[in-house]
């Protein structure tokens, strides 16, 4: 499956975004879609999963109470909205997708990935 992530940008301390990865290739009915996050200098990180059979979600810590991850089934597309955004928040978003997952939280789970998304979050 190839995905298209699109949404970032430069948003104020306290304010939102919302990303977009567009799903395509095949259908990803049975797939566990991800958002994952990379800081300069740091790994890459969990952030939010979707299951895309019955909407199961699974959440870091960090992104509990901000952040909501969502579909369009018709569009192919996962969202994640982000809220109260904090300088702490700047990365770059990448989306991630896989069908066969023993933990949505771990990075080598996932064999497709988008290309990311900068977001910047000015204090």
């Known amino acids: 499956v190839q995905l298209q992530a699109s949404g970032g940008g430069v948003v104020q301390a306290g304010g939102s975004l919302r990303l977009s990865c567009v799903a395509s290739g095949r259908t990803i009915s049975r797939y566990v879609m991800a958002w994952f996050r990379q800081a300069p200098g740091k790994e890459r990180e969990f952030v939010a999963a979707?299951?895309?059979?019955?909407?199961?979600?699974h959440y870091a810590d960090s992104a509990k109470g901000r952040f909501s991850i969502s579909r369009d089934n018709a569009e192919n597309t996962v969202y994640l909205q982000m809220n109260s955004l904090k300088a702490e928040d700047t990365a770059v978003y990448y989306c991630?997708?896989?069908?066969?997952?023993?933990?949505?939280?771990?990075?080598?789970?996932?064999?497709?990935w988008g290309q990311g998304t900068q977001v910047t979050v000015s204090s």
């Open positions: 991630a997708a896989d069908s066969l997952l023993s933990r949505w939280d771990r990075l080598v789970e996932y064999g497709s």
């Open positions: 979707f299951r895309m059979s019955d909407g199961a979600t």
